[in-house]
């Protein structure tokens, strides 16, 4: 199926490198290579690749030129940038990976004005019911629910493959992709906190608590954390406090790239799925619309809460709260509504008899059917 950022890719290939960052089994090889039937792929990991990559001897002739596992190569940067200083970008050349490009390119480095970056997310309801066959959304949710939305376990749609896919897939991004990014000695500890996130998504995170339960330092563990988010296993949302009295200041919450990872009740899981999505809209705006967006959740310190805020050219836009089956409106929207008065009220949930709005603009929205079109204006 086409991908939703294709044909974006396509267009800005024939002006600059593009460089396609995302999680691993994303599907980043296989968008990159369905987009010309005359490419190249030339993947870094591949000793006859390796000489390619040397003699830099690939055919000009083809449209693109597709480097994967590149910035395992040394000086790959200055690399890339020699070639772009040299030839331009006849043919197109797109830069696909490891996330370990996603941090590269945070950084200020050689390659800067000379290309344009994308971040590919797994599967959604907004992307299948746009790209593919699929047009129940209800049907997706669920699907999204059991086996995530990686591609190829979400295609193949059944339980017992998603558990055999989800085990290696870990293996290889702990110990292959992880050595690859940083010195870490014991990885045990690592696999045991991802079980630990499993049962915390949607929670706010005591450093100090993980840091007892691992016996290591709150340093340490925030060090960790910081790698599962560059190799896209987990991604952070950080409370809001601007302009908000009594508002907790430190505790993020963390959520997984797959939802089928997740531990606990379908609730949990649904938040995952509406957090992922939330997410992959915001790239998407970001890097295909340039807008500067910021996702959080709100918090008080008396415990009330909203689970996302999202933020699109520094206004407020929408504050979502996610329920499986309530259908009263929750309190807290009214508990925050001072605080921003014109931005967008919505509770999604999954069990629904029929969709509310109220005077004060608040909404009650069926998910899956909010999900299909997603709007934060």
């Not at 369905?34 to 690749?49: G, M």
């Not at 000009?60 to 690399?79: A, G, T």
């Not at 990686?150 to 290696?168: A, S, V």
């Not at 330092?217 to 908000?244: A, R």
Request: hydrophobic share 35%; charged share 30%; aromatic share 12%.
């Amino acid at each position: 199926m086409k991908r939703y950022i294709s044909e974006f890719i396509q267009k800005d290939l024939s002006s600059k490198f593009v460089i396609l960052s995302g999680p691993r089994q994303s599907g980043k090889t296989t968008l990159s290579k369905n987009l010309s039937l005359t490419s190249e792929y030339i993947n870094y990991d591949l000793k006859e690749h390796r000489k390619i990559l040397l003699e830099k001897s690939w055919d000009r002739k083809n449209k693109i030129i597709i480097f994967d596992e590149i910035h395992k190569m040394k000086n790959w940067k200055s690399f890339l940038k020699g070639i772009y200083d040299t030839e331009g970008i006849n043919p197109g050349i797109l830069v696909t990976g490891s996330a370990r490009l996603d941090t590269y390119r945070k950084s200020g480095d050689s390659l800067a004005g000379r290309y344009f970056a994308y971040r590919l997310h797994p599967l959604d309801i907004k992307e299948l019911y746009k790209f593919s066959n699929e047009k129940d959304e209800n049907k997706i949710l669920e699907k999204l629910l059991t086996v995530g939305g990686f591609p190829e376990p979400y295609l193949n749609g059944k339980i017992e493959y998603y558990r055999r896919w989800k085990k290696t897939h870990q293996d290889i991004i702990i110990r292959q992709d992880l050595l690859d990014l940083e010195k870490v000695r014991d990885i045990s500890s690592i696999e045991t906190l991802i079980e630990l996130m499993r049962e915390r998504v949607g929670s706010s995170i005591s450093y100090t608590s993980l840091s007892e339960d691992l016996q290591y330092s709150s340093k340490t563990i925030k060090h960790w954390l910081q790698i599962l988010e560059n190799l896209y296993v987990i991604f952070k949302i950080k409370p809001y406090h601007k302009n908000i009295a009594r508002a907790l200041l430190k505790e993020p919450k963390y959520y997984f790239f797959d939802t089928g990872q997740v531990s606990g009740d379908e609730g949990v899981k649904l938040e995952n799925v509406v957090a992922c999505a939330i997410l992959k809209e915001l790239h998407y705006m970001e890097d295909v619309k340039g807008t500067s967006t910021n996702l959080y959740y709100l918090r008080s310190k008396e415990k009330k809460e909203i689970d996302f805020l999202i933020e699109i050219d520094k206004k407020i836009t929408t504050l979502i709260e996610v329920k499986l089956s309530e259908t009263n409106l929750s309190p807290n929207f009214r508990a925050f509504s001072r605080y921003f008065p014109q931005a967008k009220k919505i509770q999604l949930v999954k069990n629904l008899d029929r969709e509310k709005t109220f005077p004060d603009g608040c909404e009650i929205r069926y998910v899956a059917k909010w999900l299909k079109t997603m709007k934060f204006f």
